[in-house]
């Protein structure tokens, strides 16, 4: 069973492009979450989304950011018009539906960078 | 600041030597969590203990949990040069309807063989 998959693991960008973040969560998973980590630092969450729902995007940037989960394919992180504060490692998380317990699956992350 | 704030920030130790980290929250949970993670990879989920229980063991892993002072503690006994990583705890709050994870800053620990 493969575990989480993110693609890709390395993106650079210049200041203004757009960055696109892929999530492929295990398989049977339909609950999907997104984290950011800034160097030296914890995670933190950015949004919590079910298959064509979005949970909870309380730690989502208001502008230039947003997700989606569509029923087919992948989950997305766009982020237009990057800036250099965007340069960090971006995690993709799943869990199975109503387990209970909340234990989360990650995947090996997203190293954006912007120059 | 951060729900979770683990304590040590670093911490440097011999193989065979035990490694022990405190994590520190400040609002009610419902289950607190551990996590390993190795420079520049994802998150390994190493133990979840719930509010209800006080202490758990997985392997080489003992976990507590002391909700009236609101800290946790992680210990690794004998500790192997594979386990250099940073561990990070993570909570559960109350407060969350779905279970959100708030994580700490995390402990870097280095074993030297």
């Known amino acids: 069973n493969a575990g989480v998959m993110q693609n890709p693991r390395h993106l650079v960008r210049r200041r203004g492009q757009e960055a696109r973040l892929r999530c492929s969560p295990m398989?049977?998973?339909?609950?999907v979450y997104w984290y950011r980590q800034l160097p030296e630092e914890g995670l933190k969450f950015m949004v919590y989304l079910q298959k064509e729902n979005i949970i909870d995007e309380s730690g989502m940037p208001k502008e230039r950011f947003s997700a989606e989960f569509p029923k087919e394919g992948p989950s997305i992180l766009r982020i237009q018009q990057v800036v250099r504060g965007d340069s960090a490692a971006y995690f993709c998380a799943s869990s199975l539906p109503g387990q209970g317990t909340y234990e989360q699956y990650f995947g090996p992350g997203t190293r954006l960078t912007v120059t | 600041s951060q729900q979770g704030e683990e304590d040590p920030q670093a911490l440097s130790i011999q193989e065979g030597e035990n490694a022990t980290m405190n994590c520190s929250y400040k609002t009610s949970i419902n289950n607190l969590q551990w996590y390993r993670q190795n420079s520049g990879r994802g998150l390994v989920h190493l133990i979840l203990i719930r509010s209800n229980e006080r202490e758990k063991h997985s392997g080489r892993l003992r976990v507590t949990l002391d909700t009236s002072k609101k800290s946790s503690s992680l210990l690794i006994t004998a500790s192997r040069a594979a386990d250099t990583a940073s561990y990070f705890c993570a909570t559960s709050m109350t407060t969350d309807s779905w279970g959100k994870l708030q994580f700490g800053a995390g402990t870097q620990v280095v074993v030297t063989p």
């Open positions: 398989k049977g998973h339909s609950h």
